[in-house]
């Protein structure tokens, strides 16, 4: 897929991965919805962005990805002003082990409320264009972390929903392609706020700071960079794309599960 003059929509568009992606998305020709719940970073990002890209190429909705009429809404408004949706990038997702009910509600809940708003306006049997979704998941989707199971549980579930949308997708003719990325740690705030989390568990500190020396810590350049192949692959749908530093893999899984 061709990026210039193409529609996506980012959610947890203001930081972190979301925002490299949203930017890189712009510097390749596609106009961005940035969906999210921060609005003082929101429209400070926004300020930057239009006077990089323009006025015309940017929309900052405020969307909970908790809220199926927030999602509607902020979907419907991308719709009307940029003609359509061709890119979803789920990317929105906190890692809190102590409010995990929200947790499972956002990175899980969050990702099919959003592909489920996004099929009404993208796929072909609506009368939409088709197009790519990636879904962010984590390294933690394919393999335990041990200092939070559920937000294991929530990337396992994304990646599961994601092979099963791609196949869905291809078996109905929505004309869509439904991949997860899998990066290891992030440079960002949810990496960041977790590191002093865990120093009040000392016990799981430990082991953790060990899968990060063993894992090493990208930036967030590095994971848009791996969106972006994702997004313009068009032989890909259905793949969870495993990002380390200096390294990109696809995972192969069981045969038997083809
Ligand atoms: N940082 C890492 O080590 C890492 C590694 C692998 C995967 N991930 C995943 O990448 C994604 C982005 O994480 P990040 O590290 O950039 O985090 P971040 O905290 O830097 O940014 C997350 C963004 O999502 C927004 N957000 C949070 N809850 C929301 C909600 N309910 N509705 C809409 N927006 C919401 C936040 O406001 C923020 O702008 C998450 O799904 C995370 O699980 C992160
Ligand atoms: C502690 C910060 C939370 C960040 C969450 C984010 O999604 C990042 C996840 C990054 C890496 C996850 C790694 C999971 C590894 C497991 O698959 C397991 O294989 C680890 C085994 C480590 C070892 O000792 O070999």
């Given at each position: 897929m061709a990026l210039n003059g193409?529609?996506?929509?980012?959610?947890?568009?203001?930081?972190g991965i979301g925002k490299a992606v949203t930017e890189l998305l712009l510097q390749n020709?596609?106009?961005?919805a940035l969906l999210d719940v921060n609005r003082i970073a929101g429209e400070s990002l926004m300020e930057t962005l239009k006077k990089?890209?323009?006025?015309?190429?940017?929309?900052l909705l405020n969307c909970n990805v908790e809220s199926d009429e927030?999602?509607?809404?902020?979907?419907?408004?991308?719709?009307?002003?940029?003609g359509g949706i061709d890119i979803l990038c789920n990317n929105a997702g906190i890692m809190n082990e102590s409010t995990w009910e929200r947790m499972v509600s956002i990175n899980l809940m969050g990702v099919i409320r959003v592909?489920?708003?996004a099929l009404e306006h993208m796929?072909?049997?609506a009368g939409g264009r088709g197009g790519v979704i990636v879904n962010t998941a984590s390294l933690a989707g394919l393999g335990p972390l041990l200092n939070c199971p559920v937000y294991t549980a929530t990337k396992h579930g994304v990646i599961g929903f994601t092979r099963a949308m791609a196949d869905a997708s291809t078996a109905s003719g929505y004309g869509i392609r439904v991949n997860a990325l899998c990066p290891s740690f992030v440079q960002t705030d949810l990496f960041t706020n977790v590191l002093s989390i865990l120093r009040q568990s000392s016990h799981l500190a430990a082991a953790t700071h060990q899968m990060i020396e063993k894992f090493g810590v990208l930036n967030v350049s590095e994971v848009a960079d791996a969106l972006l192949e994702l997004v313009t692959d068009d032989t890909k749908n259905?793949?969870?794309?495993?990002?380390?530093?200096?390294?990109?893999?696809?995972?192969t899984f069981p045969s038997i599960l083809k």
């Open positions: 193409k529609i996506a929509v980012v959610t947890g568009a203001v930081m020709g596609a106009k961005v990089q890209y323009g006025q015309e190429r940017t929309l927030q999602i509607k809404a902020a979907l419907q408004k991308t719709a009307d002003t940029f592909t489920y708003v796929s072909k049997l259905g793949e969870a794309l495993i990002v380390v530093p200096n390294e990109r893999n696809y995972i």
